[in-house]
């Protein structure tokens, strides 16, 4: 490899790992714009208002009770007095990688009686939900393992005859709720109306990892849109729309339509700094004596690639790493099958690090073999060097002959790094966005390899070092053993170019300070595997 392909390849490497730590996603800022109102549907001919007073809505709202819904998978909270989710707890997740954390809560709102899902009508036509005064059946519900579904139905009635039937069907062992709505017109007026579902959700403060994505995302005519949380402010789509969603890290928010229906999704900033996703139908249009059903499912859980392939909503189209989706999907479902036998995700790096180094042993054994090919050429290579050091153009050139006449090819020696890069990225967007790896132990100290490992804390700050502060023992291992890896390459004519490669572990090991241990220790296996076949090729060659 000539000097200025190695340096271009390189600095390209070392250029975007500096870009990713210090221009990855910032915490969203929340700009007070404010609410835009609620646009009001006109009123068709022998149409009118059919909901009681606000008053006595809002009276009957405040002697109901909260409702628990309690499955093996989660712990709801529901409203008494209408369809509204105002707490939902995972039981496999918690807050942090603590064992006695509480458990990950998904509604995150300004006050504790707002509410993380609600339904209602965009118009006058039908009250909206949050006022009207719904009757409920049962005080709550309990699923265990094997336990039959079970609804939880909100029913509300006019004067006029209008009966409104909301209800949630609860799975023991699923994410998933099947929510149906029903309107039933008993009365003698056209209710021309669009039923509205909200998804409300307070953004936290935090920094996010490079390709973690929080905002409104949604399938629009097959195309995955997704808007980050600091640029929603007022956001309108329409067409195909099967699915809307808010997405945090992890986890995700959904709204899946039944119907292949032209369908409506909003994004709002609030002023509080909430944002509100509407998912709109088209009008209803239910005619005197007639009755409609709208069917939809709510997904509340991990974003988890085999659990929303499994509902057949297309979700599963919301886990996306970007440009690297292509090798990031088979490499996640190769760790989940490693895992299944394994049960530790880091042994399953460990053992994909492997698989991946046999599937590229013949490109690196010729690799190698090139490499020592060059080293048995470096005295002429120094001659040329040395005759034409005054004309650059002319000792290329000459180079290049030398190169076609011994017939080596001079990137030979760049193929397995150019090979494993792309894999390294691929994991690098993995490892903070995948459920699979969120809070996964490997040994010891290390028990969460989605975050950077320490070993001890120290009470004072490191320079570039994110928190926590302490030893980064396997980033330290990885240095060592990239410097150990150089001092077996052979080396470069070139010496300015051999003291370059030599600083290459200092400058990962500060870049790798703060990455995801389950990063580091792919690299790091990686590294002792290359060094392993490095030694095996030297004696077979030299």
């Keep these: 490899m000539d000097k200025r392909t190695l340096l271009a390849l390189v600095l390209s490497f070392i250029v975007f790992l500096v870009w990713s730590l210090l221009f990855g996603p910032k915490p969203a800022e929340k700009p007070p714009t404010p609410e835009q109102e609620q646009v009001q549907q006109p009123v068709p001919e022998r149409t009118k208002p059919l909901g009681p007073q606000k008053e006595l809505m809002l009276e009957a709202e405040a002697r109901a009770a909260d409702i628990t819904v309690d499955t093996e998978l989660y712990s709801a909270l529901f409203s008494g007095s209408g369809p509204m989710i105002k707490g939902f707890k995972l039981k496999k997740y918690r807050s942090t990688v603590e064992k006695d954390s509480p458990l990950k809560e998904l509604i995150h709102v300004n006050n504790k009686d707002g509410y993380g899902f609600n339904l209602g009508f965009a118009g006058q036509n039908i009250p909206n939900s949050t006022w009207a005064a719904f009757t409920v059946q049962k005080e709550g519900i309990v699923l265990a393992r094997g336990d039959q579904p079970e609804e939880l139905v ?81 956001k309108r789509f329409q067409g195909q729309i099967p699915w809307v969603a808010y997405e945090e890290p992890y986890f995700m928010l959904a709204i899946a339509n039944e119907n292949n229906t032209t369908l409506t999704a909003k994004g709002t900033t609030l002023p509080n700094g909430e944002i509100r996703i509407s998912y709109l139908t088209p009008s209803l249009n239910v005619k005197p004596l007639e009755r409609i059903t709208e069917n939809f499912t709510l997904y509340l859980g991990p974003r988890d690639l085999y659990v929303l392939k499994g509902l057949k909503k297309k979700l599963e189209k919301a886990i996306n790493f970007g440009w690297f989706d292509i090798i990031a999907k088979p490499l996640l479902v190769t760790l989940r099958f490693f895992n299944k036998y394994v049960s530790n995700y880091g042994i399953s790096i460990i053992l994909l690090t492997v698989l991946v180094k046999i599937l590229f042993w013949p490109l690196t054994r010729k690799s190698y073999q090139s490499m020592k090919e060059m080293r048995k050429l470096q005295p002429m290579m120094a001659k040329i060097r040395e005759k034409y050091k005054n004309n650059k153009q002319e000792m290329q050139k000459q180079l290049m002959s030398l190169y076609k006449t011994y017939k080596i090819n001079p990137m030979g020696g760049c193929l397995p790094m150019l090979v494993q890069i792309p894999v390294f990225f691929a994991f690098y967007r993995i490892l903070p966005s995948s459920i699979e790896l969120r809070h996964a132990p490997f040994v010891l100290w290390i028990n969460d390899l989605s975050a950077p490992e320490r070993l001890w804390s120290f009470p004072f700050k490191v320079p570039f070092m994110a928190p926590p502060y302490g030893i980064p023992v396997l980033t330290l291992l990885m240095g060592a053993s990239m410097f150990l890896q150089q001092k077996m390459t052979p080396s470069p004519g070139d010496p300015a170019q051999a003291k370059m490669m030599m600083l290459l572990p200092i400058v990962f090991t500060f870049l790798f300070i703060n990455f995801p241990s389950g990063l580091v220790l792919y690299w790091l296996v990686n590294n002792l595997l290359s060094i392993a076949q490095q030694y095996r090729i030297n004696r077979q060659v030299g």
């Design 154 to 234: 909100y029913e509300w009635v006019s004067p006029q005859g209008v009966r409104i039937q909301t209800r949630f069907l609860f799975h023991a062992e699923k994410y998933a709720i099947d929510l149906t709505v029903m309107v039933n017109n008993g009365s003698e007026y056209v209710i021309d109306d669009a039923l509205s579902l909200h998804l409300a959700h307070l953004p936290r403060a935090t920094k996010k990892a490079y390709g973690v994505f929080e905002g409104m995302a949604l399938l629009l005519d097959d195309k995955l849109k997704q808007i980050k949380a600091g640029k929603i402010e007022e």
